[in-house]
Protein backbone atom coordinates (compact mmCIF):
# COMPACT_ATOMS: atom_id res chain seq x y z
CA UNK A 1 0.00 0.00 0.00
CA UNK A 2 1.44 3.42 -1.05
CA UNK A 3 2.03 6.09 1.71
CA UNK A 4 -0.79 8.15 -0.10
CA UNK A 5 -3.50 5.34 0.42
CA UNK A 6 -2.41 4.32 4.19
CA UNK A 7 -3.27 7.86 4.76
CA UNK A 8 -7.07 8.04 2.60
CA UNK A 9 -7.23 5.15 4.80
CA UNK A 10 -5.92 6.27 8.65
CA UNK A 11 -7.49 10.62 7.74
CA UNK A 12 -10.68 8.46 6.77
CA UNK A 13 -10.96 6.68 10.03
CA UNK A 14 -10.15 9.59 12.15
CA UNK A 15 -12.22 12.24 10.41
CA UNK A 16 -15.45 9.83 9.26
CA UNK A 17 -18.17 11.45 7.48
CA UNK A 18 -15.71 14.21 6.20
CA UNK A 19 -14.62 18.13 7.13
CA UNK A 20 -16.42 21.14 6.68
CA UNK A 21 -14.20 22.59 4.46
CA UNK A 22 -10.98 21.61 2.23
CA UNK A 23 -7.55 20.56 3.15
CA UNK A 24 -4.86 19.31 0.98
CA UNK A 25 -2.48 17.24 2.63
CA UNK A 26 1.23 17.58 0.82
CA UNK A 27 3.00 14.58 1.53
CA UNK A 28 6.63 15.56 0.28
CA UNK A 29 7.65 13.30 -2.35
CA UNK A 30 4.61 11.04 -2.16
CA UNK A 31 1.90 13.11 -3.39
CA UNK A 32 -1.45 14.68 -1.95
CA UNK A 33 -4.37 13.85 -0.32
CA UNK A 34 -7.98 16.23 -0.31
CA UNK A 35 -10.02 16.03 2.18
CA UNK A 36 -13.49 17.28 2.22
CA UNK A 37 -17.21 17.10 2.89
CA UNK A 38 -16.81 13.60 0.89
CA UNK A 39 -14.09 12.73 2.91
CA UNK A 40 -10.53 11.93 2.12
CA UNK A 41 -9.19 10.70 -1.54
CA UNK A 42 -5.39 11.21 -3.36
CA UNK A 43 -6.18 14.61 -4.96
CA UNK A 44 -4.49 17.27 -5.80
CA UNK A 45 -7.01 20.43 -5.82
CA UNK A 46 -6.85 24.12 -4.21
CA UNK A 47 -7.90 23.79 -1.03
CA UNK A 48 -8.63 26.48 1.93
CA UNK A 49 -5.99 24.82 4.02
CA UNK A 50 -2.99 23.32 2.33
CA UNK A 51 -0.49 21.03 5.34
CA UNK A 52 2.39 20.25 4.06
CA UNK A 53 5.01 17.47 5.79
CA UNK A 54 7.00 14.02 5.11
CA UNK A 55 5.73 10.96 5.30
CA UNK A 56 7.51 10.17 8.49
CA UNK A 57 5.73 13.09 10.08
CA UNK A 58 2.31 12.29 8.76
CA UNK A 59 2.35 8.76 9.44
CA UNK A 60 2.87 10.11 13.05
CA UNK A 61 0.39 12.64 12.93
CA UNK A 62 -1.85 10.11 12.15
CA UNK A 63 -0.79 7.48 14.43
CA UNK A 64 -1.24 9.37 17.36
CA UNK A 65 2.50 9.68 17.91
CA UNK A 66 2.90 13.28 17.29
CA UNK A 67 0.32 16.79 18.30
CA UNK A 68 -0.46 18.42 14.76
CA UNK A 69 0.29 22.01 16.82
CA UNK A 70 3.40 20.12 18.38
CA UNK A 71 4.57 19.62 14.62
CA UNK A 72 3.74 23.00 13.43
CA UNK A 73 5.23 24.79 16.14
CA UNK A 74 8.40 22.40 15.52
CA UNK A 75 8.68 23.19 11.82
CA UNK A 76 8.08 19.66 10.86
CA UNK A 77 4.30 20.46 9.56
CA UNK A 78 4.02 23.88 7.20
CA UNK A 79 0.36 25.38 7.30
CA UNK A 80 -0.49 27.64 4.00
CA UNK A 81 -3.66 28.92 4.45
CA UNK A 82 -6.45 28.82 6.78
CA UNK A 83 -5.09 28.06 10.12
CA UNK A 84 -8.67 27.98 11.96
CA UNK A 85 -9.36 25.17 9.33
CA UNK A 86 -6.03 23.60 10.38
CA UNK A 87 -6.89 24.41 14.48
CA UNK A 88 -10.56 22.40 13.62
CA UNK A 89 -8.39 19.91 11.37
CA UNK A 90 -5.81 19.51 14.22
CA UNK A 91 -8.56 18.62 17.35
CA UNK A 92 -10.15 16.30 14.49
CA UNK A 93 -6.64 13.94 14.19
CA UNK A 94 -6.22 14.32 17.85
Known amino acids: MSVIDEAVTAINAKVGGGFDGSVKFVIEGEGS ?19 TADADTFRQILDGDLNPTSAFMSGKLAVDGDMGKAMQLAGALS
Do not use: C, Y
Not at 33 to 51: F, I, K, N, Y
Open 33 to 51: VMLDSEGARAGDEPAEVTL
